[in-house]
């Protein structure tokens, strides 16, 4: 049986400034990785791409305000950056 992916675990060492901040990234995060699980069957950020992440801003936000979409936009930012730390870029 597989262990549901962690993304408390992925996101703790790049998560800074306040708890709420810290725990809207962490709901936001979690919530993007469900939805690109559900359209592509993709568990985990490693396996993502960019065309995932591109289309969960421009489609599946579409219908949300700038604000929504400007905070989900910073928790890809904090996502990519998690990801290019792990891989040494």
């Given at each position: ?48 791409k960019r065309k995932h992440l591109a289309w969960f801003l ?6 949300h305000s700038r604000m929504t979409r ?20």
């Amino acid at each position: 049986m597989n262990k549901p992916f962690d993304m408390e675990l992925f996101l703790a060492g790049a998560l800074t400034g306040s708890h709420a901040t810290r725990q809207r990234h962490l709901r936001q995060a979690t919530f993007v990785q469900v939805e690109i699980a559900n359209r592509w069957q993709r568990e985990t950020p490693w396996a993502w791409k960019r065309k995932h992440l591109a289309w969960f801003l421009e489609h599946r936000l579409d219908r949300h305000s700038r604000m929504t979409r400007y905070y989900y936009f910073l928790t890809v930012q904090l996502l990519v950056r998690r990801l290019q730390k792990n891989m040494g870029v």
